[in-house]
């Protein structure tokens, strides 16, 4: 899960650990491993600001990447995904949904379209079952899945563009489309250390914190160095014990004054952006709509797929039963997941329940949350009632997302 090379860089940078969801079993025959992940570096206001402001690194250790390869790897996802994978050319990617057959989500994951192969870029909690549940479904098709040892990073902020390319060694392909635009991946070279080849890194834009953002993937082997590297160019440097204060302080000022970024950081953004997590915000129990996936993940042209009447079926409708929606909530005590939402007109009615939650800094430190609340209830500027810091109190709902 986490190699000991770059579990030392990172706690050479502060790291404070922390279990990331269950134990998980990444191979039909292996152990199961606990999943961690840096909670923070000890300095939280700092990390959110440089998310906010200037630019954050940060592992992302429940990620994992499917190699998918084959000749008909086109159009047996585009069978069985809610994307239109078959129109997803090389350097192109899509964000898709794996269903069940009443329409409810097995799993939430990218699909990376490459000229060797394709990568399904999803949960690592997912990842052994939909490999198993794909390869059930193959007859005939030439397709192969494949396995992988790349670690995933996020680069987040106004400066993840500046940080890339301050370590590109080699200029984009003409014609190619630049990382500022959503929807494409490029594989750049990296140079990551004073010596040896540059390292072949896959980059795609990806803005889930209310800010420009870049993933990372990179070979597992190299993970430890290209964490130091991204590190360097983001700013966070060390001080030579004979560097005087003052000039250590001027190359902090002139670099793009980043540093590394832990979840608790992370997820305060990305409440603040609503954006939603699966197993976290929606789950197994839930259909897309209900989780506002539906204009980002399905494709109304694509053909058919596993749930797809279901998801027509909801879209015809007009609306789901429930939704996810922010909640303003009028105090600093932030409620837990879980909590229950109640209606305000008649407090003992139970309409949703908080899924995330934090302090927001763009609030004034007042608390922020996702809920899923029953339709109805779910247009801004509907008053509900949560338990928070002891007591219940006032919130307000609106869109995700109205935050940033």
């Known amino acids: 899960m986490l190699s000991d090379a770059l579990k030392t860089r990172m706690e050479a940078a502060g790291a404070d650990w922390m279990s990331f969801g269950p134990a998980v079993r990444e191979n039909a025959g292996g152990t199961e491993v606990q999943v961690e992940a840096a909670e923070d570096f000890g300095q939280f206001e700092a990390e959110y600001a440089a998310i906010r402001r200037n630019v954050g690194v940060m592992h992302l250790p429940w990620r994992r990447v499917i190699p998918v390869t084959g000749r008909d790897v086109s159009t047996f996802l585009h069978a069985l995904l809610t994307q239109d994978v078959k129109s997803t050319a090389g350097g192109g990617t899509r964000p898709a949904l794996l269903l069940d057959a009443k329409g409810h989500v097995l799993a939430d994951l990218l699909v990376h379209r490459g000229d060797a192969e394709t990568w399904l870029d999803l949960d690592v909690f997912d990842a052994l079952a939909v490999r198993e549940a794909l390869e059930a479904k193959l007859f005939a098709e030439d397709v192969r899945f494949g396995q992988t040892d790349r670690v995933c990073f996020a ?214 949350a996702i809920a899923m609340v029953r339709w109805g209830k779910h247009e801004a500027g509907t008053a509900v009632r949560v338990a928070a810091g002891g007591s219940l109190v006032e919130a307000r709902v609106a869109p995700l997302g109205d935050q940033t």
Not at 192 to 205: H, I, K, Q, W, Y
Not at 263 to 270: D, E, L, V
């Open 155 to 368: 680069v987040l902020g106004p400066a993840c563009f500046a940080l890339i390319e301050a370590l590109r060694v080699e200029e984009a392909e003409p014609g190619h489309p630049p990382l500022t635009e959503t929807g494409v991946h490029q594989v750049v070279s990296l140079g990551v250390a004073d010596e040896g080849p540059a390292l072949a890194a896959s980059v795609f834009r990806h803005d889930d914190a209310g800010v420009p953002g870049l993933r990372v993937w990179v070979p597992g082997e190299h993970a430890a160095a290209a964490y130091a590297a991204l590190l360097d160019a983001a700013g966070f440097l060390s001080q030579d014990p004979t560097e005087a204060p003052e000039a250590f302080a001027a190359r902090r000022r002139e670099s793009l004054r980043g540093r590394p970024v832990g979840w608790s950081a992370y997820n305060t953004a990305r409440i603040e952006a609503g954006t939603p997590l699966f197993h976290v915000d929606f789950g197994p129990t839930n259909l897309p709509a209900e989780a506002g996936l539906v204009e980002t993940h399905v494709s109304f042209t694509k053909g058919c797929y596993p749930g797809q009447e279901a998801v027509a079926r909801m879209k015809n409708l007009g609306h789901p039963k429930k939704l996810l929606v922010s909640l303003e909530v009028g105090s600093e005590g932030v409620p837990v997941a879980g909590t229950e939402v109640f209606d305000a007109e008649d407090p003992g009615r139970v309409v949703g329940a908080v899924t995330s939650s934090a302090a927001s800094p763009l609030r004034g430190q007042k608390a922020l």
